[in-house]
């Protein structure tokens, strides 16, 4: 397995605080099957990206951790403009290994709504967007149709290993399921910050997808896709996302029902004969949800 969206470098965010801790990560992971870690120190407000640091103390461990477990090095990218601003300067400077895939996260006190200009402009610069753990963002949750918009904009999605079996709430665990579901989840990750309050234990996911959706889905998620994002290789075909460009709603336990998601959800045929929609829709008019 390969681990993504790991903060391992200790001293450098909120992740790993020494060391030890760092090690004792690693050794964890490995433990459980993972042969290679992303690191993935936050660039945000909170922990700007030090890179000469950062790039020093990721060499420390790839040294210490050889023969334990291979490491790469991306960045925890949050969407601000500073952040915006250097990454279109510097083509690929934040991505894993620099070869163009970029984890991407969002502010809790932005707007997603706003954020389309962004995306556009960094995928401009060659980025492939990855958006992390929209499970647990509040404003995916009160508006869930933003992650088919982002998909639908080229997005790849990465879920956090434990939301899938309720580590951060039932809300967060049925999202996590219903976008399993679908087929509108492209990675799993640990999102791992400590190896006790947010340990990197990846296998007991890989074991709950491959058990809920069979193995081919669980290699796919945990082996094959992060494999191509670290190689920065071409994105490989993927099962067809479910209702994505039907523009299905979400359904889930603790989705909310506004008047928007009723109006999106599919009618029952009787409401479809009293609109006098009975006729079949077309590709075009499907594809646009019109």
Sequence with gaps: MIDIHHHLIYGVDDGAANLESSLQMAQEAADEGVTRIVCTPHSSGMFPYEASLIEERFAELRERLTGIVEL???????????????????????????????????????????????????????????????????????????????????????????????????????????????????????????????????????????????????????VTNPQVAVDGGAWPEQPTPKGLWEHEALRFVGAPETEQWRARAPKDATEEAEAGETRPRGFWSRLFGR
């Design 72 to 222: 790469s090095l991306a960045c925890d990218f949050q969407l601000m403009a500073d952040n915006i601003l250097d990454a279109v300067s510097h083509p690929l400077r934040y991505s894993i290994d620099g070869k163009g895939y970029l984890l991407l996260e969002f502010p809790n006190f932005v707007n997603p709504l706003s954020l389309s200009e962004s995306l556009f402009r960094l995928q401009s610069a060659g980025y492939t967007l990855i958006i992390t753990h929209p499970e647990r963002y509040p404003a995916v949750l009160h508006k869930p149709d933003l992650v088919g918009e982002w998909m639908r904009a080229g997005c790849l999605i990465q879920v956090t290993a434990g939301s899938l079996y309720g580590r951060f709430g039932k809300r967060e665990e049925a999202l996590a399921n219903e976008l399993l579901e679908r087929n509108w989840i492209h990675f799993v990750a640990t999102d791992a910050h400590h190896p006790i309050k947010r340990p990197p234990h990846l296998k007991q996911a890989y074991d709950y997808v491959a058990k809920r959706s069979g193995k081919e889905t669980a290699r796919r998620l945990f």
